[in-house]
């Protein structure tokens, strides 16, 4: 508790009183006012605790310019005009503070704090942004910055001749940088990406394994004794896996009792499952052997089953991939990249098979992973066939 009982200091109209038990220092914390006169009447204003930074020296500043300004009729004539101006003077200044805030700041600060603790793909953020964005409309200050200079960022990008796809993605790594800036309050109003028309991509692959190219791809794997891309690949084509989800898997993950594999939600690769959310595979007789083989040789639960030859997790399935498309010839000449042969393609296969066999789309939406049916969908325009068929039966 405080007490109520002021003293005097040696400057006129400031005064303390002292707290009863919390000290400052070796002394007891002191609260000071000041005391002054408006058209004759007494006016008393609590400053604040000395372990706020009060002092009488710095009370009496204050009062000194309080009673100057009573006295010429100008400035603020309380204390609380006094903090009223202050205030305003620190919004100004945060204001234009913000106001400052260059595009690469806000964009380093976004991969730093949000992308690099949220998104598995940060990395490439970051690689985007300091090629792409950062040379282009980093040195703009964000309250500044406007449609008209997303186009150029956009006709900047799309002029290096790189892809479609390279630039749907700085335009959507700018988009995402300027609303994380608004929700930290350092740009006010809308998204300048906001109305900026993205080019339509078309990348969906049309690529896909035929039964004669499975046997011909795996023969020649074993000839050259590619063990790992050998199983790899097999196992994304009997189960459907994502490259990065093989890549993550551990001995706990795989269960030989009730043949299914367990494909975690955060894998920690960067093609892990993009859903989030954790599923199932089940192992069939075409990789029961595989695994049952390679399990042994594993220390510990934790161990990866198909680590780097550097024992962490891999990055990608390694050259051994592309020294079997050369003799195989299956890319040779062909510079759509939706129609060259890759890992990818396995699990591509998977779901256009069991579509083939006419399985619900919903179950292969659960066993691909996918978020949505419409990513699902994607796999009925191979089998046009099958309509015309069904057509013909009406005939």
């Known amino acids: 508790m405080s007490s109520n009982s002021f003293e005097a200091t040696k400057y006129i109209g400031v005064r303390f009183r002292s707290h009863k038990t ?3 220092g070796v002394l007891l914390d002191k609260y000071f006012v000041i005391r002054y006169k408006v058209n004759g009447k007494l006016r008393e204003e609590g400053l604040g605790w000395a372990s706020q930074g009060w002092s009488p020296a710095k009370a009496h ?22 903090r009223e101006i202050k205030a305003e003077e620190q919004r100004v200044k945060i204001v234009a503070s913000k106001a400052r805030k260059p595009f690469s700041e806000a964009g380093e600060t976004y991969i730093e704090e949000y992308a690099r603790n949220n998104k598995k793909s940060w990395k ?25 200079h997303i186009e150029v960022l956009k006709s900047t990008v799309a002029g290096k001749g790189l892809s479609k796809a390279t630039v ?24 300048p990406v906001k109305g900026v028309k993205f080019p339509r991509l078309n990348n969906q692959r049309l690529r896909y394994c035929s039964l004669d190219e499975e046997i011909a791809f795996f023969e020649m794997a074993i000839q050259r004794r590619y063990l790992d891309c050998h199983d790899i690949c097999l196992l994304s084509l009997y189960t459907g896996m994502r490259m990065g989800e093989i890549f993550a898997l551990t001995r706990q993950d795989i269960d030989l009792v009730e043949n299914r594999i367990i494909i975690k939600g955060e894998s920690g690769a960067d093609d892990g499952p993009k859903s989030g959310r954790s599923r199932v595979a089940y192992i069939t007789e075409k990789i029961l052997p595989m695994l049952a083989t390679r399990i042994p040789d594993l220390l510990n639960m934790e161990s990866l089953l198909f ?4 024992g962490d997790m891999r990055k990608e399935i390694g050259e051994n991939f592309a020294t079997l498309m050369k003799p195989l010839g299956w890319n040779e000449g062909v510079t759509d990249r939706r129609l060259r042969f890759c890992a990818h393609c396995f699990r591509h296969t998977f779901a256009s098979r069991l579509v083939a066999k006419g399985v ?12 949505t049916i419409q990513t699902t969908m994607r796999y009925t325009h191979t089998h046009d066939d099958q309509c015309r068929n069904a057509a013909q039966l009406l005939v």
């Open 22 to 24: 919390r000290r400052h």
């Open 61 to 82: 500043k204050i009062r000194s310019e309080v009673t100057a300004n009573i006295k010429l009729g100008v400035g603020p004539q309380s204390l609380g005009e006094f």
């Open 124 to 148: 490439h953020d970051r690689t985007r942004f300091k090629l792409h964005l950062a040379p282009v409309i980093g040195k703009i200050s964000l309250d500044y910055l406007t449609f008209q």
């Open 168 to 191: 749907v993605q700085c335009l959507a790594l700018a988009r995402q940088i300027c609303n994380y800036s608004i929700q930290r309050g350092w740009l006010n109003g809308a998204n």
């Open 307 to 310: 680590p780097s030859p550097s």
């Open 360 to 371: 619900p789309l919903p179950v292969v939406q659960k066993m691909m992973g996918h978020a």
